[in-house]
């Protein structure tokens, strides 16, 4: 097959790829840190912890919706979602902030109230306006498929150096700075990433006429209308919730799995690293993968791979080696997988163009916030609950044989359920084998427009 040379810069893929970097210097901090900030440091208890958090997701589906909407009505001279990147950084980085500031002279009814609060504003508001923008402007930056694929691979590249960076970094700095401190230092990093993003990515793909004569008639339930007779739009927001809440399961009960179960915190930062480092490997081969076999078989591989790394965790029980040995594993198969699913949804956004003549980014895409945000709410929730219902207590020094079950359970066990759902999910959204003609007609449209 002749290879096919992407349409943006290789600059221009960078600046949006770091934009992500400053997302997980909120998020990623969040995942993996919260819970053990509010059982440990503040004293929540685990499942009230993760009710807190479930709770936050049912508000966050209402809120995706909407700010899908407003892109989509978005119209300024820097395009529809780049300057919500920019409007959205003071909330994600003061937010960042106060989640891990609760007052220390609160009562324990006053702290819960306090995380509540600062926790519904950062997840269903602010990381709702960033995330969503973020995740939209890829669809617009380009329509060619491989410069999406090469863009999201180096996002993932980056992302990857910094959650490494985060399980390294972060028990140190609460050490020096303190909770707070980490969290003013991680938000001025968040900054700098997301001002590089709206300052040097370009929105190309515009709304045509046919749709702009239509924006003000699709307003209200005909525009959600439209969006759930894309047949690919329910699956992928599945995909989304069932991975991240798989995702948040590995993420957050790493650090007690590591200390509880292999008997040495310290390991932490060592499996996040050969979690991350292999699918960083995978993801600079992925792209001539992708262009060779498709996106949609890569990703089905990498699906399979994961369930392979997890089952080995699973069964290595806590054998430091076996459980390496299937993280690397897992991360191997996590490259096709965090290479194709965000461009998934940006060939979705082409699909339901080619079926309903109006092109719906910022709505289509609130299926990845919304599903990233459900699952990763879900999987806080069930992290919490876990810990809970397997009797774990923060001021032990070696815990229970049930609480070491439960984490067991949650790293591995529930996470090859999860991937299996995904498998089949992804079974129904074979965009690939009709991408061809969609571009085709797509192209013709427009040419044939005035």
């Known amino acids: 097959m002749k290879k096919q040379r992407c349409e943006i810069s290789f600059f221009e893929r960078f600046s949006y790829a770091i934009g992500d ?4 210097f909120v998020w990623t901090t969040i995942a993996s840190f919260l819970t053990l900030y509010y059982t440990d440091s503040v004293g929540i208890a685990a ?3 993760g009710t807190i958090m479930l709770i936050t997701r049912f508000l966050d589906g209402i809120t995706d919706l909407i700010m899908g909407v407003i892109i ?5 001279r820097w395009g529809k979602a780049r300057p919500w990147v920019l409007w959205s950084t003071p909330m994600m980085v003061v937010g960042l902030i106060v ?5 220390s002279g609160f009562s324990m009814q006053g702290k819960i109230i306090y995380a509540f609060v600062t926790y519904v504003f950062v997840a269903a508001v602010a990381y709702t306006v960033s995330n969503l923008s973020y995740n939209t402007l890829l ?22 150096v910094v959650i490494i960076t985060i399980s390294y970094a972060t028990p140190t700095l609460t050490e020096v700075f ?14 700098i990433c997301f001002l590089l993003t709206f300052f040097f990515v370009k929105e190309r793909v515009v709304v045509n006429s046919e749709t702009d004569k239509n924006e003000k008639e699709r307003m209200g339930l ?10 690919y739009f329910i699956t992928i927001a599945l995909i989304f919730i069932v991975y991240y809440l798989c995702n948040t399961l590995f993420t957050s009960v790493g650090v007690y799995f590591a200390r509880d179960v292999l008997g040495d915190a310290g390991l932490y930062g060592t499996l996040t690293l050969l979690t991350r480092v292999p699918m960083m490997i995978g993801l600079v081969v992925v792209p001539s993968l992708v262009n060779r076999f498709g996106k949609w078989k890569c990703m089905m591989v990498g699906f399979a791979t994961m369930i392979v790394g997890l089952l080995i965790i699973w069964f290595g029980g806590s054998n430091t080696t076996l459980v390496m040995i299937g993280i690397i594993i897992r991360g191997v198969g996590t490259g096709p997988i965090m290479s194709g699913i965000f461009s998934l949804v940006a060939d979705a956004v082409d699909y339901g163009e080619w079926k309903s003549g109006v092109r719906q980014a910022g709505l289509t895409n609130s299926a990845t916030s919304f599903g990233m945000k459900v699952g990763t709410g879900f999987g806080s929730a069930l992290v919490g609950w876990g810990l809970e219902i397997g009797g774990y207590n923060g001021a032990a020094a070696v815990q229970t044989a049930s609480t070491l079950f439960a984490e067991r359970v949650m790293y591995a066990g529930l996470p090859v359920i999860g991937i299996i759902i995904c498998m089949i ?8 084998k009709i991408y061809g003609t969609i571009r085709k007609d797509l192209d013709a449209r427009r040419q044939s427009r005035p």
């Open 21 to 24: 970097v400053g997302c997980n």
């Open 425 to 432: 999910c992804l079974y129904f959204t074979n965009i690939d």
């Open 47 to 49: 499942g009230v912890a």
């Open 178 to 191: 303190g909770w707070t401190g980490m969290a003013v230092v991680y938000g001025a990093l968040a900054t």
């Open 99 to 103: 989640l891990f500031s609760v007052p």
């Open 72 to 76: 989509d009505h978005t119209n300024t």
């Open 222 to 231: 005909k525009e959600f209308k439209l969006l759930f007779q894309n047949r």
């Open 139 to 160: 669809s617009l930056m380009t329509e060619d498929q491989q410069s999406r694929i090469s863009a999201n691979s180096l996002r993932f590249i980056c992302t990857g």
